[in-house]
C-alpha cells in the first residue's frame, strides 16, 4: 500500500462513513480478530460499521469485545444485504477472493462501496481499490496493526482491540509456532499485551476450554489416524456419522491435523470431513519445510491458502477424496522424501 493509498484512506476515514467488515465464510480466529479489532477501531471515531460474517463462527470467539455486533448473513440476509448496498466503504479482511464468502459474493460485487483488502493468502484477485496484501504476514490481525500503523493511530488501540488482534496472531500462528512468526510479531504481542490484551484469559478462552462431545471426538480422529510412511504423509477421516454421534459443533475439529502432523518423520498431513448437508468433504492440509500445500490445494481440491496451511474440499465421497489424495501422492514423493 503505497503513500497515496494511505492519503486517500486517512481522507476517506476522516468523516463518519457506513462501513461493512466482511471475513471470509467459516471464520477462524484471525478472520474474526482482524475484522473485529477493526470495528472496535472504527466505532472510536463515530463510523456505522458493522462486521457481516457470511455464517456462524465457533463458540470460543463468541467472547470477544463487540462479537454481538456480528450479524451473519445466512441468518440476516435481507438486513444484510441493505447494508452492504448502502456501504461507503467495505473493508474484506483475511480472504482475497469474493467466492470466499459464500452467498455474499453477488451482494459484494454489485456494491458501489469502495473496497480494501487487508490479507496474507497468496495470489490475491484484483476487486479492491486499495489493497494491502503481503503473503510474509503471520497474521491478518498482524497486518491490521501495521494498517493502525500506517494510518498514525497506534495511540486509538485499547485493551479491546488489543484483545482481538492478540487472538488472530496467536491462533494463526499456532501459538506463536509457526515459521511466519518473526521478531516483529513478538514485539507486536507485547505491545499488545501493553495495551491490556490478558495473555493467559485468551488463551484460556481459546482453547482450554472443551467439551466432553469435543475430547471425544478427538479420540474419534485419532483412531482413523493414519500413516502413509513412504510418502511421510498422515491423514484423519471423519464421518457425518461419527460427527452426530458425537454431537460435532462448529469448531470441534479445529487443530485436529496438527496432530498428524506432528508425528516424526510426517511432512504432509490432512484431515478429510465429510458435509452431506453442503455435500462436500472439507479439506485442511497441513506441512512442514518448503512443501506447499497452497499449490497442492490449487491443483487438485479448488483451494489454496499458505505455503504450510491450506483447505480446499471435495464434491466425491469420503472414501474417493481420500483415494485421490493418496493417488496423488507419488508425483510428490521425492519432494516429501527429500524435505
Not at 472443551?210 to 491423514?235: H, M
Not at 461419527?242 to 506432528?262: P, R
Not at 505455503?307 to 481420500?322: F, I, M, R, Y
Request: net charge negative; glycine share 6%.
Amino acid at each position: 500500500m503505497n503513500t497515496q493509498d494511505l492519503l486517500e484512506i486517512k481522507t476517506l476515514l476522516s468523516s463518519p462513513k457506513q462501513i461493512a467488515i466482511i471475513p471470509h465464510k467459516n471464520p477462524d480466529g484471525d478472520a474474526m480478530g482482524s475484522t473485529l479489532g477493526l470495528l472496535n477501531y472504527l466505532l472510536k471515531y463515530n463510523h456505522n460499521a458493522v462486521v457481516i460474517a457470511p455464517n456462524d463462527y465457533p463458540d470460543f470467539l463468541k467472547w470477544l469485545p463487540n462479537e454481538d455486533r456480528v450479524l451473519k448473513y445466512d441468518a440476516e440476509q435481507a438486513d444484510c444485504d441493505a447494508f452492504i448496498s448502502k456501504a461507503d466503504i467495505i473493508f474484506t479482511l483475511d480472504f482475497n477472493a469474493l467466492h470466499r464468502t459464500g452467498n455474499m459474493e453477488p451482494a459484494l460485487e454489485s456494491s458501489k462501496g469502495i473496497k480494501i483488502m487487508i490479507d496474507h493468502h497468496q495470489q490475491p484477485d484484483d476487486y479492491a481499490k486499495y489493497m494491502f496484501s503481503d503473503v510474509t504476514m503471520s497474521s491478518t490481525c498482524e497486518m491490521v496493526y501495521h494498517f493502525f500503523d500506517m494510518l498514525d493511530a497506534l495511540d486509538a488501540i485499547d485493551a479491546q482491540i488489543a484483545t482481538c488482534l492478540y487472538v488472530g496472531i496467536m491462533t494463526d500462528t499456532g501459538s506463536f509456532r509457526f515459521r511466519s512468526t518473526t521478531s516483529t510479531t513478538h514485539r507486536i504481542i507485547a505491545n499488545l499485551i501493553d495495551k491490556g490484551a490478558d495473555n493467559t484469559q485468551i488463551h484460556n478462552n481459546v482453547y482450554d476450554t472443551n467439551s466432553y462431545n469435543r475430547l471425544q471426538l478427538l479420540g474419534c480422529a485419532l483412531s482413523n489416524l493414519k500413516v502413509l510412511p513412504e510418502y511421510r504423509a498422515a491423514y484423519i477421516t471423519l464421518s457425518q456419522n461419527e460427527l452426530q454421534k458425537l454431537d460435532y459443533k462448529k469448531g470441534d475439529t479445529e487443530g485436529f491435523v496438527n496432530y498428524a502432523l506432528s508425528l516424526e518423520n510426517i511432512v504432509l498431513a490432512a484431515i478429510f470431513i465429510e458435509d452431506k448437508k453442503q455435500g462436500i468433504i472439507k479439506i485442511s492440509l497441513r506441512s512442514k519445510g518448503d512443501f506447499s500445500v497452497n499449490e497442492l490445494s490449487r491443483q487438485h481440491f479448488g483451494g489454496g491458502g499458505h505455503t504450510n496451511a491450506a483447505g480446499g474440499k471435495s464434491e466425491t465421497d469420503l472414501q474417493s477424496t481420500v483415494d485421490k489424495f493418496i493417488s496423488i501422492l507419488p508425483q510428490y514423493s521425492s519432494t516429501l522424501n527429500n524435505e
